[in-house]
């Protein structure tokens, strides 16, 4: 064999690792930082949360549809909080964990269920910032149908309006009508806003009470635009009062917590206050169904009235085809969930007591409907009949726009709650001192085996040293590529796991180095007993290799928490080692074969075998003995 070519392999192999360590995309910082791997908050210090779905509508554990959805909406309350790097995943069929590396936090209230609320549009202005404005609406034909546009941007885009039919009953058309801003995104996002403030007030001490949080407010933007602020009675137009705009100008700086604590109808007069800060409120500001709210679509600012009918009421929405071939959104409601939706779809329709205005109006003069997820409106339909029935969203849909509207109506119907198992806080020294004792727990794990290779193999235990500090190097590449691809992140317990590992290494090497010596002693010389030996050993070692990496995908399958990570970590050193096994170890031994050193009983390592073998020098050998 040519053992070179196996050792160019793997500097070949070496200098694309850390090609990506240095230069791959997520790579920033000086060398120090790019030789940096991701790693956990019992190593960094930090939060983490594990919630438990513990009630579903048969008793069953959630679908991975349902609990994906449920992933994204906690991910985004997650991620209101402002921090870097948080990760919100999916463990088993019932748990969702959430970690906070480099903070403590509070994170019980992200688990509350989301909230789905159908909401009538009293009144809408601008939420741009700009003065405001009545949001223009588009017009529908009277044929019961509605009109949502997929939104996604900051302002209603010309599209073709979708629609919605139903069951009418005998004193109107069925049907409701969306407006065309509707959204038709999985995860409903903020609209972009000129004036975006901080998203995280974190650094500053949040008062217990409403009245103490709104009385800090007060303190921040001034008695002045305090009092011009309670004083409006409708959305003021800044660019015909420069005077409020300047008194006004203060609430544009307030953080979406600092808005959410605000009045309704401050929140909705203000024209400095934005969607950009009204997105971003923490979740359940609006949870309240008895209480007015304001929330955003495209751009523009509702004032909705009282919730009447909730997400529990919706008993499913699907994504259909119908008769056209086009893509509809089919809502069905409960038995009482549909005796309220009637009475708001009448309620609507009549306007009765005149609660819409006029910037509230569909295009066919008819109150609409807001359908709240949370803190954001992912539709607004145009009610055109009392729904006696099902209704249908229909319109421009394709099969991912119609599908992306139904997950968020039908996820907010589900009764799946979510308990708080377990919350642990690991402060930043704490972490540290766990990281520093793993590392120094893995240091000593290998200063020994590398002890115990050099009294017992001498010349081979640098065979087994070199190998191990290939093996380490190879693992510590692939932990900092790894987490900047996957998001691994590297614990307590992974750390863990690549301890474990060097037994599984050091096995190899007592495999191989034994059964070259048993090769000697049948009267082989060195350098045709070690292919011997490796042919024979190499079965053992991929045999012994082979089981340890099946336990570890078993375990990383069936386990949660921790444990996933240490096997992880113990599949991926035990799939370098043999990387290191076959290109290293054995080229380096056909090498070490060739030397003079190899042939010493004190050099070599191979202690009795070499002896035994001289003695036999002087009778004659066994002419059947082959030399390999």
Known sequence: MRPGRQLAVLGLIFVVLYLLVFFSGGASGGWKDRLEPRLGLDLVGGTRLTLEATNTVDGKPPTAGNLEEARQIIESRV?????????????????????????????????????????KVLKATDGSGAAAAPAPTPSVAPSGTASPAPSGSASPQATTSPKVSGSPSAGGQGGMAPNPSASASATPSASPSAASPSASASAEPVPQSIEQQRKAVEQKVGAA?????????????????????????????????????????????????????LDKRPAASIKDEKQKAVACESGAKYLLDVAKVLGTDVKNASAQLDQTSSWVVSLNFTGKGQEKWTALTREAFNNEGQACDQTALGQDGKCRVAVVLDNEIVSSPEIQGVLTGDSQITGSFDNKTANALASQLRYGALPVTFEPQEQQNVTATLGDSHLKAGLLAAGIRMLLVIIYSFFYYRLLGSVIFLSLVLSALLVFGALVVLGRSIGFTLTLAGIAGMIVSLGVAADSFVIYFERLKDEIREGRSPRSAVPRAWIRARRTIISANAITLMSAVVLYIVSVGAVKGFAFALGLATVLDLVVVFLFRHPIMTMFARTRAFL???????GRALPARSAESGTARNPRVKEA
């Open 600 to 606: 010493s009983p004190r050099v070599s390592g191979l």
């Open 79 to 119: 991620n209101a909080y402002g921090v870097a790097e948080a990760e919100v995943v999916t463990e088993g069929n019932r748990n969702i964990v959430i970690s906070l590396p480099g903070q403590n936090r509070d994170l019980t209230d992200v688990g509350s269920a989301a909230e789905l609320r159908f909401r």
């Open 225 to 277: 635009a305090w009092a011009a602020a309670s004083g409006l009675q409708a959305p003021a137009d800044l660019t015909t009062d420069p005077t409020l705009a300047d008194k006004l100008k203060p609430f544009g700086t307030l953080t979406p917590q600092e808005v959410a604590v605000l009045p309704v109808e401050m929140q909705f007069n203000v024209p400095t206050i934005t969607c950009a800060q």
